[in-house]
C-alpha cells in the first residue's frame, strides 16, 4: 500500500539543512548522466497557466517517479498559491507505487535548497548582504535557506507588492528590511534572489557590483524573463540544465546566450568545470528546477516518513 504524505507531514518531515545537503548529490549526479530525465512536459491551458509532467529515476535512492504540477499565478489574488503539485513514487524493480506526496512545500523548498548550493560553489565566502526581489513562497523559503550557508548581517527584501511587501517583513522580522526600490536592495548585496513572474528584466545590469552572485528561480518559461542580459553577458553564467535552459528560459531564449552558459551546478559540484576564479567575478545562477530534485526530495520526506510513523496507508 503506497504511503499518503500530505503537505503538513512533507514540511514535518523535511529539515532545510538536510534537503540542502541532498541536493548536492542530486545535482551532481544528475551532470553526470547518472539520472534518467526528459525535460519536463507543459502544456499552457488558460492565460498564464500551465500544467507540466516532472518524471526521473534516481539510481542512487533506487526510486523512480514524477511530479505533476499546476502553475496559475492568477491563484495569488484568490489568496492560493500560485503553485500546486503531487509527486508520486515507485519501486524501480517491482513497479509498486510506493507513495504519493504534497509537491506544493517541496517545490518551495528544494528550489530554495538548490539556490543555497549554488551559494557554496559560487558567492564569495565573505559576503554579508543579502537582497531578495519578490515577496512570495520563493521569497520565504530562500529566507530559510540561504542564512544556513552564509551569514547575512544585512537582508533586504524589495516587492512591487507593497502589501504582500510588509507582510513578508512583518513574517520575517527585524533581521529583514523593505527597500523603496529593487535598486537600493541590489545595489552594494553580495549575493541577489531573483523571485519574481516577471516578463521583463526586473533589476539593471548597473546596479550589480563585482563579486556579486545573482540567483534568477522565476521567469521559468520561454516568454519571462528576470535577468538583463548586459548581466548575463559579463558573468560565468551557471544552469541547473543545459537541455532545459535552451527552451524553458526566456533569460537564454530571448537574450540568445546559450552560448554563454558556462557550466551546469552539478559540474562545478563535481569539479568537472570551475566556479569562481576571482573575488571580482560576477557569478549568475539560472535555476528552472529539475524532476531529480523533486524524487530526491519527495524521496528523502518518504523514507523520514516511514521512521517517523509519519503519513497515512492508503488501499489502492
Known amino acids: 500500500m503506497p504511503l499518503w504524505l500530505s503537505e503538513a507531514d512533507v514540511q514535518k518531515s523535511l529539515a532545510m539543512g538536510d534537503l540542502i545537503a541532498a541536493m548536492q548529490p542530486a545535482l551532481a549526479n544528475f551532470s553526470a548522466d547518472c539520472v534518467v530525465q526528459p525535460v519536463r512536459t507543459v502544456i499552457a491551458y488558460q492565460a498564464a497557466a500551465f ?6 529515476y534516481d539510481p542512487a535512492s533506487n526510486l523512480v517517479g514524477a511530479k505533476l504540477l499546476a502553475v496559475l499565478p492568477g491563484n495569488l489574488a484568490k489568496g492560493l498559491p500560485s503553485h500546486q503539485a503531487l509527486i508520486a513514487l515507485f519501486d524501480p524493480e517491482s513497479g509498486d507505487p510506493l507513495a504519493v506526496t504534497g509537491g506544493r512545500y517541496i517545490t518551495e523548498a528544494r528550489t530554495a535548497a538548490v539556490s543555497a548550493v549554488s551559494v557554496q560553489h559560487l558567492a564569495r565566502a565573505d559576503g554579508g548582504v543579502l537582497a531578495l526581489i519578490g515577496s512570495g513562497a520563493q521569497a520565504h523559503s530562500h529566507l530559510e535557506a540561504l542564512p544556513l550557508v552564509r551569514d547575512f548581517g544585512e537582508i533586504r527584501v524589495w516587492s512591487p ?22 535598486e537600493a536592495a541590489v545595489r552594494g548585496a553580495d549575493v541577489v534572489v531573483l523571485a519574481t513572474n516577471s516578463m521583463t528584466p526586473v ?3 548597473a ?7 545573482v540567483i534568477s528561480v522565476g521567469a521559468c518559461r520561454p516568454n519571462q524573463r528576470e535577468l538583463d542580459p548586459a548581466l548575463i553577458a559579463r558573468s560565468l553564467f551557471v544552469v541547473d540544465s543545459r537541455a532545459a535552459a535552451i527552451v524553458e ?4 531564449i530571448l537574450s540568445r546566450c546559450e552560448g554563454h552558459i558556462h557550466a551546469e551546478l552539478g ?4 569539479g568537472a568545470k570551475p566556479g569562481r576564479t576571482s573575488a571580482e567575478q560576477i557569478t549568475v545562477f539560472k ?7 523533486d524524487v530526491a526530495s519527495a524521496g528523502l520526506a518518504y523514507r523520514n516518513a516511514l521512521a517517523a510513523g509519519r503519513g497515512t496507508q492508503v488501499l489502492l
Do not use: Q, Y
Not at 500544467?51 to 526521473?56: R, V
Open 203 to 205: 533589476i539593471d545590469d
Open 161 to 182: 507588492n507593497r502589501e504582500r511587501l510588509e507582510k513578508f517583513v512583518a513574517h520575517a522580522g527585524k533581521r529583514v528590511r523593505a527597500t523603496a526600490s529593487a
Open 287 to 293: 535555476s528552472l528546477g529539475l524532476a531529480i530534485e
Open 267 to 270: 559540474e562545478i559540484i563535481s
Open 249 to 252: 528560459s526566456g533569460d537564454v
Open 51 to 56: 500544467f507540466g509532467l516532472m518524471p526521473a
Open 207 to 213: 546596479w550589480v557590483a563585482p563579486g556579486t552572485h
